[in-house]
């Protein structure tokens, strides 16, 4: 058992790595903070995290296979832009609404993925490409910042169990015996973990999954043991797709509108990149997972947490910030040190 | 009427339910109005319960890294040690988040949770703040947007009329042409962030003064994006394609526009511009040889005001719910070296920093003295 357990923390170093170093900061963030360990706490740095989260995730997938995708924050954009128009009415409506929405993120993704494989270009620049016609899409749906979401539906997802019942009105307004051990869990992180490990975990068993990371490890090699390269490259970009249309939902019901905000975009695909290196995963491709990046958002999150707590000045912040960020990346290269096989280095 | 049924209302919400504190509606008029002015006779007031000082204040700003941003934090950290206001204040911080909402709401949630009494704030949408101001509410913490403000009532907002300000140019602007004898010609007018709000309204100002004009003005626009470099490129751009303008009426990138006409050898013309110091150093430099302008700023002083507002709510006094801060104007015949514009300071600064009748009184070299390294 314990001989199990060392095997499954070696063969994921990185996790682990960025498990332990979420750990040390959330508790000691949470030990000095006022209110540190309250659910009110809990659910603000929740609903600070969801949507980087989900972007981290969906970059994560193409980075498997060693492509990066630079439309992951516009996609975002654009299906944040879709949900403020399509989640309104009746329940079942929004409902519809969402699906839509994460629809149209899906087939998004999808695009991408038959331009990098059928069009034979680089995921990079195909993608940069792309990422420029969802942002001008997304400035067609929402020229000026607007829509409007039910306000009882952002004051619900953005909140903990207790609130979301009694918004709704069902378990005794959220005071029925069944639902007392879960009352205090935020909502966004149930919706982050049901959706993320969800999907990915039934979809790591795929022969389509394992090929990802086979493609990323040695594509060449992949290709003689006869792996559908095409398939696994294709569903690796849908994937992305689908999982930032989630970061775009998630973000159009929290704000309760959507933006089509440029520079926003960029911030959060420059961030996915850095909280994916931050959860383990190689960017060459073929090790590591979403889970990590996702852990990884959570990290590049909790360092500007620090902020509002501790008296530093407001201009040296950012430097700060970056150099915590330096310092937590290198610890994931701290493995160079110790390889004996140099052309280990190569990957 | 009007009042009477936002009174009704806000007495409605109250007896609904005691979990929704924060602000009552009341009637007029409001504490200090030489500094607080209500935004139009129909703005509504607002009215917190009093408490005891002093009080912990947030600033949560968004974006950082232009010239307006910084001064912006700086003036804010100076205004929380002014004596005037000093032993108001017990805990004062300052955040930047960057142009992304979630972790913008995050840090005001988090300041909400931390018990702090009011959270200034520089919107990064002028929408999506609901889950806050309702947070804000329940827990009786004064939220106060300024400079991008947000689209709604419900908050206590602190700006100047972006609207006005783009009257001013043109006003001025045309009243130069006439004093020259000239009534028609091409006008250039160089619009800031696409898409922003404070550029919508300015340039509504400015074109509706000139279509009323009776004078035969053909405008030309193009996007300067408040950035002194991308206004300098796209006026060359401008006076290369179309020759020559009457007057150029630009609402921001004031240093880049005038470099551009005088590096093209275009004639000075009248112009108009926001308040940095290079831009004043050229007006005052210049006017004799028909540069005459005008300079309204968006000042990064607005901070304080918006700090000021913050503790006077909290002292329970009546405050209108949309604060509209006195246009600070100077035009080419006012300016004097060491009072509204520095010769030896550099150009990229934004001279109107002071409030006189809001007692706020920090001027551009104090700003410039401050250390940055003490918090």
Not at chain 1, 10 to 36: C, D, E, K, M, W
Request: contains cysteine.
């Amino acid at each position: 058992m314990i001989g199990k357990l060392k095997a499954t923390v070696l063969r994921n170093r990185g996790f682990t790595g960025a498990l332990v170093l979420f750990a040390v900061l959330f508790i000691t963030y949470q030990s000095i903070h006022p209110r540190g360990f309250s659910t009110a706490v809990l659910v603000q740095n929740s609903n600070e995290v969801v949507a980087l989260a989900f972007v981290a995730i969906a970059q994560t997938i193409p980075v498997l296979i060693g492509g990066l995708d630079l439309s992951v924050g516009a996609v975002m954009t654009l299906t944040n832009t879709i949900a403020s128009h399509v989640v309104t009415g009746t329940p079942m409506q929004m409902l519809l609404g969402a699906v839509l929405t994460l629809g149209a993120g899906t087939m998004f993704g999808l695009m991408n993925g038959l331009i990098v494989v059928y069009g034979r270009i680089q995921p990079i620049i195909a993608t940069l490409a792309t990422g420029a016609i969802a942002i001008g899409l997304a400035l067609i749906l929402r020229p000026s910042p607007g829509g409007d979401i039910d306000g009882d539906l952002n004051w619900a997802a953005t909140n903990a169990v207790f609130d979301f019942a009694e918004t709704y009105g069902f378990a005794d307004n959220g005071n029925a015996a069944w639902i007392q051990p879960f009352v205090n869990i935020p909502v966004p992180l149930i919706i982050l973990l049901v959706v993320a490990l969800g999907v990915w975990l039934p979809f790591k068993r795929t022969v389509t999954c394992r090929t990802i990371y086979a493609i990323g490890s040695a594509e060449g090699a992949a290709h003689l043991s006869g792996l559908p390269i095409a398939r696994a490259k294709i569903a690796a970009f849908t994937l992305a797709g689908f999982f930032a249309a989630c970061g775009g939902l998630y973000l159009a019901i929290q704000t309760s509108s959507g933006n089509a905000d440029l520079t926003q975009a960029g911030t959060y695909t420059l961030n996915s990149i850095a909280s994916v290196v931050l959860g383990g995963t190689s960017l060459m491709g073929g090790t590591g997972g979403p889970i990590g990046s996702m852990i990884g958002a959570f990290i590049l999150r909790i360092i500007s947490f620090f902020f509002r707590i501790l008296s530093i000045d407001p201009l040296l912040q950012p430097l700060i910030e970056g150099l915590v960020l330096l310092v937590a990346v290198s610890l994931g290269a701290l493995r160079t040190f110790r390889v004996k096989n140099k052309l280990g280095l190569f990957r | 009427m009007y009042k009477t049924l936002a009174t009704l209302t806000a007495g409605a919400a109250l007896m609904a339910g005691a979990a929704f504190a924060g602000p009552n509606i009341v009637s007029g008029p409001g504490v200090n109005p030489e500094c607080f002015a209500p935004w139009t006779d129909e703005t509504n007031f607002m009215q917190w319960e009093a408490r005891e000082g002093p009080f912990r204040v947030a600033v949560v700003n968004g974006f950082v890294g232009n010239t307006w941003r910084i001064q912006m934090i700086k003036t804010a950290k100076a205004f929380a040690e002014d004596p005037s206001i000093a032993g108001k204040i017990s805990d004062f911080k300052v955040v930047s988040t960057g142009t992304d909402a979630p972790a913008q709401l995050g840090a005001i949630e988090d300041f909400i949770n931390q018990g702090y009494d009011a959270i200034i704030t520089i919107a990064v949408s002028p929408d999506g703040f609901d889950r806050v101001i309702r947070l804000a509410d329940r827990n009786d913490v004064v939220l106060v947007p300024f400079d991008n403000v947000l689209d709604t009532d419900k908050v206590m907002q602190v700006n100047e009329d972006q609207l006005a300000m783009g009257r001013m140019f043109s006003e001025f602007v045309l009243g130069e042409l006439d004093a020259k004898g000239v009534s028609s010609g091409k006008i250039l007018e160089v619009r800031g962030l696409p898409g922003n709000s404070v550029d919508r309204d300015r340039s509504i100002g400015i074109n509706e003064v000139f279509a009323a004009d009776d004078g035969d003005w053909e405008m030309v626009s193009v996007n300067g994006m408040w950035d002194d470099g991308t206004t300098q490129k796209v006026v060359a751009d401008a006076i290369a394609v179309h020759g020559e303008f009457a007057a150029v009426v630009a609402q921001g990138g004031s240093n880049g526009m005038v470099q551009a006409i005088q590096d093209s050898g275009h004639p000075w013309v009248p112009v108009s511009g926001e308040s940095e110091n290079g831009y004043r150093k050229a007006l005052s430099e210049h006017s004799d040889a028909g540069l005459k302008g005008i300079s309204i700023g968006q000042s990064p002083g607005l901070v304080a005001i918006a700090m000021k507002a913050a503790v006077s709510a909290l002292e329970g006094n009546v405050m209108p719910q949309l604060i509209s801060v006195p246009l600070p104007v100077a035009t080419y015949d006012e300016l004097e070296d060491g009072k509204n514009f520095w010769s030896d300071l550099p150009d990229n600064f934004f001279t109107v920093n002071e409030f006189p009748p809001c007692d706020v009184n920090i001027s551009g070299p104090a700003i410039m003295a401050e250390d940055e390294s003490d918090s």
